[in-house]
């Protein structure tokens, strides 16, 4: 079985002060799910224990002369296991092409991290009926040889679900995550034990229908991970699914 994971993603959000969600955070993370935290990198040597940690974002090289980046060997020595790569975020404000990405997730692999890939459609290419052409290009483009259920999780994305509140309906998940999975399988030889997680507009009303599909394995939280009020229903959901 994939391992249940409950991501945080705190985005550009948070100071000092927000340690206190994230040590509340994990005082009530639930067993039998990895409870996982990307906040800024400022904050990601404060993080408390009982969580793990992730990064946002890393350049692809492992040091040199490139301002205000930041890389994986960097994540890794502030506490980080794991970082995300391909957020649509990234792709949309920072011009992050599938090549860019695949470079990012081969830095990630070599600092010893996890990749977090981020797949997903614009409302424009599901109109269109593209969704699975989409997936499975980025996944193609982005994720290089070599991935493996130590080194890599995969989070579905539709982009016109992220911070809009609008959550994709269980069947578009469950049909999406059921093709990704056959493609993981096809591809990979551990690709059924590849978590695959869901993201947009993911909360605590919605988390125990969505976890409940077979080929979700968890879920990429960006709005609902900023409080542990929040974020703990979704990860106990999670643990019950
Ligand atoms: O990385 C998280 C996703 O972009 C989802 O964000 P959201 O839960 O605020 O929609």
Redesign the pocket.
């Known amino acids: 079985m994939p391992q249940k994971i409950a991501a945080g993603?705190w985005k550009m959000n948070g100071t000092r002060a927000a340690l206190d969600e994230a040590r509340a955070t994990a005082a009530g993370a639930p067993d039998g799910v990895l409870t996982l935290i990307c906040p800024p990198a400022t904050l990601l040597p404060l993080m408390p224990a009982g969580l793990a940690k992730g990064g946002q974002a890393c350049h692809p090289a492992a040091s040199g002369a490139h301002t205000g980046d930041i890389a994986a060997p960097m994540l890794a020595d502030a506490g980080a296991t794991h970082c995300l790569a391909g957020?649509s975020e990234r792709r949309q404000d920072h011009g992050e092409t599938d090549a860019d990405v695949a470079a990012q997730v081969s830095a990630i692999w070599s600092a010893g991290l996890t990749a977090i890939l981020c797949i997903g459609e614009t409302l424009a290419e599901r109109e269109a009926g593209r969704t699975l052409d989409v997936l499975f290009s980025q996944l193609e483009g982005s994720l290089p040889e070599g991935a493996t259920a130590a080194n890599t999780v995969i989070a579905y994305?539709p982009v016109w679900?992220?911070?809009t509140g609008k959550v994709a309906s269980p069947e578009q998940v469950d049909e999406v995550h059921d093709a990704l999975r056959g493609r993981l399988i096809d591809k990979l030889a551990e690709g059924g034990e590849i978590a695959l997680l869901y993201?947009?507009?993911?909360k605590a009303g919605n988390a125990a229908e969505l976890f409940a599909l077979e080929n979700v394995n968890g879920g990429?939280?960006?709005?609902?991970s900023l409080t542990a009020d929040d974020f703990l229903p979704i990860a106990r959901a999670l643990a019950e699914s």
């Open positions: 993603n957020h994305e679900a992220i911070g993201g947009g507009s993911v990429l939280v960006g709005g609902a």
